[in-house]
């Protein structure tokens, strides 16, 4: 099953976040490790916060050959831009996220979750995907204690503190002339 999916997607080796591991060969233990800048690609990150395509995506690579595969542990470093949801405000940080993943040489038994070894390449993209996406808050704050925008006029609240609007409930209009006013 797994190689007739592989026929089906080949790899590209020149891509950026494809790596060749034929120098590890199958012996369980030979290592590599790699220091690439790539450029990240596109949509990697959620709707409001995400890598930019094309920002330099810093990788830190172990490759190790272990008995089923090839073990891929890796660190990313990359910038994040998005917009705080309460105030829209731009947000823009770094990110480093940390993941490992094994790759199982073609022959062995998978599951659909597995990640295949492809004509002695490993492509990090879904990997890296997967680690970002889970790492980026769904709810971006420029900080933590943002007010946001005045609901009635957008109005950012962080800027006016005292922003307010006199509204009267007009359920209670008839009442209001109950009441003496005040001088």
């Known amino acids: 099953m797994p190689e007739e999916i592989q026929k089906n997607q080949r790899l590209d080796p020149a891509a950026p976040l494809v790596f ?3 120098r590890l060969g199958r012996r369980p233990g030979s290592m590599s490790r790699i220091s690439r800048s790539v450029p990240a690609p596109a ?3 959620l709707d409001v916060i995400g ?5 330099d995506l810093e990788l ?14 890796a660190t990313a470093r990359a910038p994040v831009v998005g917009e705080c949801v309460r105030c829209l405000e ?7 996220v940390a993941f490992a993943e094994l790759f199982v040489f073609p ?10 070894l492809q004509d002695d390449l490993v492509d990090l993209e879904p990997v890296l995907r997967d680690a970002v996406v889970l ?3 769904l709810r971006p704050l420029c900080r933590e204690d943002c007010p946001g925008l005045c609901s ?31 001088e």
């Open 20 to 22: 060749d591991v034929r």
């Open 43 to 45: 949509d990697l990150g």
């Open 51 to 55: 890598v930019p395509e094309g920002a």
């Open 60 to 73: 830190d690579l172990r490759l190790e050959t272990v008995h089923d595969g090839v073990l891929v542990s």
């Open 90 to 96: 731009p947000i823009s940080e770094g990110l480093e």
């Open 107 to 116: 022959g062995r038994d998978g599951d659909p979750e597995t990640h295949w």
């Open 135 to 137: 790492t980026l808050p």
């Open 152 to 182: 009635q006029c957008g109005a950012r609240l962080a800027e006016n503190p005292g922003h307010g609007h006199q509204q009267s409930d007009p359920r209670w209009a008839a009442l209001q002339g109950l009441l003496p006013r005040e």
